[in-house]
């Protein structure tokens, strides 16, 4: 007789499903930047998806919950350098609780599929795949709620240094840790069905993982160099350093002054938060900039906070001598908490020290992140707009053929932050198959060329500049053409595929049931 479909369930006990999960957590973050064992990823799945299995809903929630709180608790615990304890506990309690939810879709999964259809067919296939899509629901929730979402952490951006890295530019970010998860989960059932017994069982995951390692990343054409010098000028930028008026923008100067006799540069690129004075305000600081760019005969790319009316904006400005700003962008997803303070009224009343902290508040920005810059056009992002799927892909969809992404890493000296936020950088280069140079006030800054690799580099809490050619590249990858359809498909298909799998579970429970 087959072996019942019972036996094949039989879960983990509760106290080692929470153990696992506890653990699972942790081995995943160590997939990510700092320590960036990118297959300990895949291990993390593994054992979220283990403690899961023949779980009642409230134990994996519970269960969920471990794992997120093990994950984000060292995720994120970058939060708590300058603000302390507070912030990072409730931004991964939060996450925490998306994860618990998330958990309880995939639970559902495996018990409803093979109540549905116990063939070995679904289990080995339809199975992983809705796992999978479950598990892209719920990091999309993430992405999204509340107050715009916090991407931060997608299981793809532990793969930036892995064989699988290349796929982004097929399918994003989401569908490569869409990949990801299936391809755990199918390796999961193809041992607890015994898969050994008939090799050809394997096909499925082992299909999925040769198209995913194999699969290279689709070619963008070569259309010429762009020589960029890159100013980090470590400078007093962080939120609570003691610093007076232009204090940033002298060293940000100090920086830059070595390279002003450089020959043939195209653009000057300062980061975020590198000038502390507003030109378009000043006419000493505009004077400054004015001199930089009759010094290299190019535009500067800058960044400063501009206001407008009572509106502050995070902006980036294009800086022409003689002419001014001749082009701004403004950065569409300031963070929440240390921006601006959403619904102020209601964490005012809950925690006013740290509320306080934040007098006041950015506006989101509405322009297109490009600059035409004469030689070619540069796609924008500012700090962690670099996380956003869409702000990316507008760029692109705009006409850009190198990114410039500016970034203020100040208030995470020391933490893994600004590792994590290179691993982005890397695959956003690949997705979109375009040179990155990602500057920072402090660094790690790096110029990364279309295939992830860095070609320049300037170390952590040194001045610095680089001058580095830079290959501009032309092509939209499927990646940026889908957009935003790979998740909307992932999601909806899920969803739609776990209802289902609960409604013919429901059904197939009742004809089992004997009448009278």
């Known amino acids: ?110 018990r409803w599929v093979p109540r549905a259809n116990d063939s070995r067919w679904v289990r080995l296939i339809v199975l ?101 010098a890159s100013v980090q000028g470590n400078g007093p930028s962080g939120y609570f350093d003691e610093r007076a008026p232009g204090d940033v923008l002298a060293a940000q100067l100090a920086a830059t002054e070595p390279i002003l006799d450089e020959e043939g540069v195209d653009v000057l690129l300062w980061p975020e ?3 502390d004075i507003d030109p378009t ?29 009572e509106e502050y904006f995070n902006t980036s400005l294009l800086w022409r001598a003689g002419e001014g700003a001749v082009d701004s ?49 540069a796609g924008l992002a500012i700090c962690f707009d670099v996380i956003y799927d869409e702000v990316i892909w507008e760029g692109a969809r705009d006409g850009a053929e190198v990114y410039l992404l500016q970034t203020n890493n100040a208030d995470f000296r020391g933490t893994d932050e600004n590792q994590q936020q290179l691993a982005i950088a890397r695959l956003r280069a690949i997705e979109t198959g375009r040179s990155v140079v990602n500057i920072s006030t402090v660094g790690t800054s790096q110029v990364i060329d279309p295939t992830g690799r860095a070609i320049d580099a300037l170390p952590a809490d040194e001045p610095g500049a680089m001058v580095t050619d830079v290959e501009l590249r032309q092509g939209i990858t499927p990646s940026v053409a889908l957009a935003g359809w790979v998740p909307i498909t992932i999601v909806l298909a899920a969803l739609a595929g776990l209802i289902a799998a609960g409604v013919l579970a429901t059904r197939s429970g009742s004809r089992r049931v004997p009448r009278d």
């Open 1 to 110: 007789m087959p072996e019942s479909p019972t036996r094949r369930l039989l879960p983990l006990p509760l106290w080692a499903a929470l153990l696992a999960a506890a653990v699972g957590g942790s081995v995943y973050d160590m997939g990510f930047p700092g320590l960036g064992i990118w297959p300990l990823a895949f291990v993390g799945i593994a054992l979220a998806l283990l403690s899961l299995i023949g779980r009642r809903a409230w134990d994996a929630a519970l269960v969920g919950f471990v794992f997120g709180l093990a994950f984000y608790l060292q995720q994120v615990s970058w939060t708590t350098l300058y603000l302390g304890p507070i912030p990072w506990l409730a931004l991964s309690m939060l996450e925490a609780l998306f994860v618990a939810g998330g958990a309880v879709l995939i639970t559902l999964a495996y």
């Open 128 to 228: 992983p795949l809705l796992v999978a899509g479950l598990w892209i629901v719920r990091e999309t929730a993430t992405g999204t709620l509340p107050y715009g979402g916090f991407p931060w952490g997608r299981a793809a951006l532990s793969q930036a240094e892995s064989p699988l890295a290349e796929l982004v530019s097929w399918v994003g970010s989401t569908g490569l840790g869409f990949v990801m998860v299936a391809i755990v989960a199918g390796v999961i059932e193809w041992v607890r069905l015994h898969g050994w017994r008939d090799l050809r069982t394997a096909v499925p995951v082992a299909a999925l993982l040769v198209v995913a390692v194999v699969l290279p990343a689709w070619p963008t054409t070569a259309v010429g160099e762009l020589r960029v």
């Open 281 to 309: 305000r000043s006419a000493a600081a505009a004077e400054v900039f004015d001199s930089l760019g009759t010094a290299l005969d190019a535009p500067v790319v800058l960044n400063t906070v501009t206001v407008r009316g």
């Open 329 to 377: 962008y403004d950065k569409r997803h300031p963070v929440p908490f240390g921006e601006y303070i959403p619904d102020r009224w209601f964490y005012d009343a809950i925690v006013p020290e740290l509320t306080g902290l934040v007098q006041r508040g950015y506006s989101p920005g509405v322009n297109p992140p490009v600059f035409d810059l004469g030689p070619a056009v």
């Open 273 to 275: 938060g590198g000038s």
